[in-house]
């Protein structure tokens, strides 16, 4: 069965480091998103993608982060110079299409932690 | 803009006992309603969804969920329950017509002791 997949598991990174996480969606979905969950917290939307553009952002998208699909296999997350309130769990999901009939697989998510 | 409200963050109750999760929702325009569970070191997987039509759904592993618009509800419920049901259970909003964003509840961990 196909499955959204990310890596790594666990990122360890000193605060004002880049780091980049990595997600392989389901192969014919078109559409990609980032959540994330710190702690104790909400799951809280991210960023939407699609045709190589951002759909939509959440105001926690500031300029510190910036998605992209190098390779039209891979969809990455960047964050340019983390903070320790960066440290969360982080979720890539795809869907075949946009409509809510569309479900959104999630893969099993990256644990950040900065320090 | 909508939010979710889940009113217990941890449910403690015994193998083949019934079980039921609350949320409640708010939002001023019309929205798709979902429970997503999330089993350890797993990613979020659907339970179940409410779009439109019937207003008691039906998903996998023997939950179901009953739409109610007026308390502006979504509980989750399942008559009998397994260990192995043990997780984290997550209700979702979505506003009709956005780009696929979903906004999530806190989470209630539901905990099946023998």
């Known amino acids: 069965e196909p499955e959204v997949t990310q890596t790594p598991s666990h990122q360890v990174t000193q605060m004002g480091q880049e780091v980049i996480l990595r997600c392989v969606p389901i192969?014919?979905?078109?559409?990609f998103y980032w959540y994330r969950q710190i702690l104790g917290q909400k799951v809280e939307f991210l960023v939407s993608?699609?045709?190589?553009?951002?759909?939509?952002k959440s105001e926690i998208f500031d300029d510190q982060f910036s998605v992209e699909r190098p390779d039209g296999s891979n969809f990455t997350l960047k964050i340019r110079s983390t903070k320790l309130e960066d440290s969360a769990m982080y979720f890539c999901?795809?869907?075949?299409?946009?409509?809510?009939?569309?479900?959104?697989?999630f893969g099993p998510g990256t644990r950040l932690t900065v320090l | 803009a909508q939010s979710v409200t889940q009113l217990d963050s941890q449910v403690p109750v015994f193998e083949e006992a019934p079980v039921e999760l609350r949320c409640n929702y708010s939002?001023?325009?019309?929205?798709?309603l979902f429970w997503y569970v999330q089993y350890p070191n797993q990613g979020l997987q659907l339970l179940l969804k409410?779009?439109?039509?019937?207003?008691l759904v039906k998903g996998i592993n023997g939950f179901e969920a009953e739409f109610n618009k007026s308390q502006t509800s979504f509980h989750l419920r399942k008559p009998s329950v397994h260990i192995s049901d043990t997780a984290e259970y997550f209700c979702?909003?979505?506003?009709?017509?956005?780009?696929?964003?979903?906004?999530f509840g806190q989470g209630t961990t539901l905990q099946v002791k023998p």
């Open positions: 409410y779009l439109s039509g019937s207003t």
């Open positions: 979702a909003v979505r506003a009709s017509g956005n780009t696929g964003k979903l906004i």
């Open positions: 999901a795809s869907s075949l299409g946009q409509g809510p009939y569309n479900e959104q697989f």
């Open positions: 192969s014919n979905h078109l559409y």
């Open positions: 993608f699609y045709n190589n553009e951002i759909s939509e």
């Open positions: 939002s001023s325009v019309s929205v798709y």
